[in-house]
């Protein structure tokens, strides 16, 4: 009876941890969408009030850093072919997460751009 209640024990542990370990299928990770020349507004922590000491990069490219505080970044999206690229954030030798921005060409977003540039400034 000992053995059979160390059976159960050590099986529901190894359930328990199956289960902690699955990946959660449900859950996708968010992509941002929007088209070469767009802005961006990037919320974080951790930024350059300079400017030019924080590195926004599409994929392979680079965007333009237009204004930057501590807790945000506003860039221009850099030209890119219509497709799904990782953005990373670099501060000195410091690289954020990747997150996923997909280029769609066919879907500007001028006017919600002008007036997120306008509260911006």
């Known amino acids: 009876m000992k053995h ?5 024990v050590a099986l529901l ?4 941890a199956m289960t902690a370990c699955a990946p959660n299928k449900g859950k996708k990770a968010s992509t941002v969408t ?3 020349g767009n802005f961006l507004v990037i919320k974080g922590h951790g930024f350059s009030k300079d400017k030019a000491a924080n590195r926004v990069i599409f ?3 680079a965007a333009q850093v237009l204004q ?12 890119q072919q219509a497709g799904t690229v990782q953005v ?4 000195g030798n410091n690289t954020s997460n990747a997150m996923l921005f997909e280029y769609m060409p066919k879907h500007k977003l001028v006017a ?3 007036e997120l540039a306008l509260a911006a400034y």
């Open 59 to 61: 994929g392979e490219k």
């Open 4 to 8: 059979c209640k160390m059976f159960v």
């Open 112 to 114: 919600a751009v002008k």
């Open 88 to 91: 990373v954030v670099a501060v």
């Open 34 to 36: 929007g088209d070469a």
């Open 68 to 79: 930057a505080d501590s807790n945000y970044l506003l860039v221009q999206i850099p030209t």
């Open 13 to 16: 542990l190894v359930i328990t």
